[in-house]
Each structure stands twice: as C-alpha cells, then as structure tokens.
C-alpha cells in the first residue's frame, strides 16, 4: 500500500516535473521568472511576437495611381495642359488689347474726357478707372466665357446655367470695379509723391491692400458667391472640433460653403487674416467624401492655419510684388521714352499709362510663375504633413487626392510640376503620405489600417 502510494507520488511528481529548465533553453527561448509578489517581471524581457506586415510605399503609391482609369486620367491630363495654353493664351491676348487701348490713343482720350470732365486728380483716376474695367472686360469677354463657362462644362466640372455663370462674372465684375476705384487713385497719389521711387510706394500700398483684400475676403467677397453655414451638429463635427481643440485651432472657425451650385469639384480652403481667418470646407467633399477623407482635409487646412502660412504668403509674395514694380518702373520708362508720343502718354503719373502698367505687370507675374507656384506648393507640402501627422490616415487623404484628379493632372514631369503646380503633384502627395504610413507601420492604429486596406 505505502509503496503504491509512493509510486504515485513519483508519476504524478515526474508527470508535473519539466525536465528543460530555463538554464539549459537557449538565451533567446528563456523564459522570464514567473510573477510574485516579490518578484517583478520586466516587460522588456518579453518574447516579443513581430506583427508588422509588409508595407512597400512605392507599390502602394503605384496602386493608388492605378485606381484612376486611363480614361479619367486622360481626361485631367486633357484638361490641365489646355490650363497651361490658356494662361500663355490669356497673356498674349491681354498684352494685344493693352497695345490696342495704347496705339489707337483710346487710353489717351479717356484720360482728356475725365480731365474734361473734373479737375480733381483722384476723380479723374477713378473715372479712368471705370471705363477702363469696362473696356478691358468686355474686350476679353469671348476668353472669359470660353474659360469660365464653355471649358467648364466640356470637362463635366460645372454645375451652372449661363445665366448663374454671367451672375457670378458681373459679381466678380462689380468687386473688380470697387477694388480699382480705391487701390488707383492712391496708387497715382503716391506716384505724383515720390516719382522717381514711386514703385517702392506702389509696391507698398499694393501690399495693403493684398492685406486688405485678405482680410475682408471671407466676411465680405466670399459670401456674394457662395453660402455660409456653420457644420450641422453631427459626430463628424464632434472629431473636427476635438482636431481643432487638439491642434489649437480657434473651434468655430470651420464652415461649410455651398460650392455646389457652381461645380462639383471638392474643395476647401483657409481665408482671412488678421482676426478673420477661417477654415470652410465645400459641400462637395462634405456629400462625396468619408467621414476619413474629411478628416484629413480638414487636418490639411488646419496646418495652414497652425502653420502661420497666409503671414509667410504676404511676406514672401510681398517681396514678389517689391520685384514686379521694379521690373514695372524700368519697363515704363523705356517703353514710354519709346512709345510715349505715339500713345500721347507722359511719364509715370499719367492715368492713361494704366495699360502699360497692368501689361507689364502680368508679364511679370507670367515670367514668375515658378515662383510664385514653387510658394505655394511648398506651403501646401507642408500643410500636407501637418494633416496626416495630426490626423494619422494617410490612406484617406490619398483618396481625396485621387478625387481631385478630377482637375489636378496626377503624374506630370518634374519641370512641368515646379512650373504649373501650386499644389504639389496628385503623385507627390500620395507617395508622401505612402512613405509616413511606412515609417508608422509599427504604430497599431496604421498597423491594422494595413491589414483592413492592404494598400
Ligand atoms: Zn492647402
């Protein structure tokens, strides 16, 4: 009995008995001490299981370009390169009815009928400056309707009858006017002041009133276009006022703008300056994109504002527009020692040199592109990064940028890019967002985000 006892201590004793004790495993399968209250187990020390899948950011870049069709994409690609004609177009066709309103004398006798008309010098700018609008607006009225509404409608963008289209232009009209009718008369006031330095107060008063313009743009331009609402109360608003919260964002600055009733592109955008400044997104991309997608534009826009990126745009363009009247005043004092007597035009403080002004000027501005893109593009990289490392779904902002195909050529060469594009290219933007997900694959949110949506 006491034997039969003992031997079943013994199996039992060798069955629970282990013969392999962590000394004799090798160092990488040893087993850390079990727990007690005495002694602590060191997380370190645990085996550690790699979960981390496979994750190539140029195939998955590649895969996202191929989801667009070769026939949407010729499509873009159609419509951007007509984009670059046209600006080339708009050019040539604007410096001709420049040369037009100079060499027919037409700028010279609506500068006799205002000066016939009143004495006083800023009335006869302003006067100048009413029909000229009118003149150059009905002049290139065939480019505007071709571009703003013909185009549009060919490529399937826009949702107007003409009558809405030729609204919003005699809208865009009426602003065009006002803005002229008060930045002219200063202008030919600090021109008769400083004459021969008078493109450094040009230069200067036409950085106000960009600073102007910016400031009343979304309380005062904004709304004769389009209308303001505040987002509806739904748990999307909840995560972009909890992002604004997070970020430091002023929490109601973000609007929605019935952009619908003139296209179907989706957009949003950051306005104001100086105590102005709001976030809205359109209601395109509120209808057409998910609840991710928002998420991730709205962290965009929120990184030009965190950012301090329209303060680096005035400076920056500031010093484009220092350049432009430079190269404006050496301009006009050639072409009018040249020209003047043909144009019957006196030196620069004469109203009727406005054509020569605004055509140098957008000669100027033409020859800048680069730069004045390359600007824009850098900040809108930024912008970019800021969103997807405050966001973290890069994957969702790759698809609003396949969605805005729909008007961006997606994949243009390196020269055309730092030319045409104020936006970085639809390629750029999703292998950048493709090469944070690969360097946050260990991250568990983006981690199971690949395995939901392999790309
Ligand atoms: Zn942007």
Known sequence: MALRIGLMFLAVFLLLWTPATAQDLPPDQQLPPVASPTHRVDVNQLPVLDTTPAFNPDVATQQWLARLSPEARAKSDAYAEGGYMLQFVDLTYGLGVAALLLWLQISARIRDWAEELTRGRAWQVMLYAVVYIAAITVMTLPLSIYEGYVREHDFGLSNQTFLQWAGDFATMFAVTLAAAVIFLPLLYAAIRAARQAWWLWGAGLAILFMIFMLVIYPVAIAPLFNHYSPLPETPLKQQILSLARANGVPADTVWVADESRQSSRISANVSGFLGTTQISLNDNLLNQGTTDEVLAVVGHEMGHYVLGHTLRMVLLFGLVILAGFGFVALGCRHATDLFGGNWQVRQPDDVAGLPLIVALMSIFLFLAMPVTNSITR?????????????????????????????????????????????????????????????????????????????H
């Open 378 to 454: 850098t900040t809108e990289r930024e912008a970019d990064l800021f969103g997807v490392n405050a966001v973290r779904k890069p994957d969702a902002f790759a698809s609003v940028v396949l969605k805005l195909s729909s008007y961006r050529k997606l994949d243009p060469g390196p020269v055309e890019e730092a030319i045409f594009f104020d936006h970085p290219s639809g390629k750029n933007r999703i292998a950048m967002m493709m090469n944070w997900k690969a360097e946050h694959i260990r991250d568990l949110d983006i981690r199971d985000s690949v395995r939901d949506n392999p």
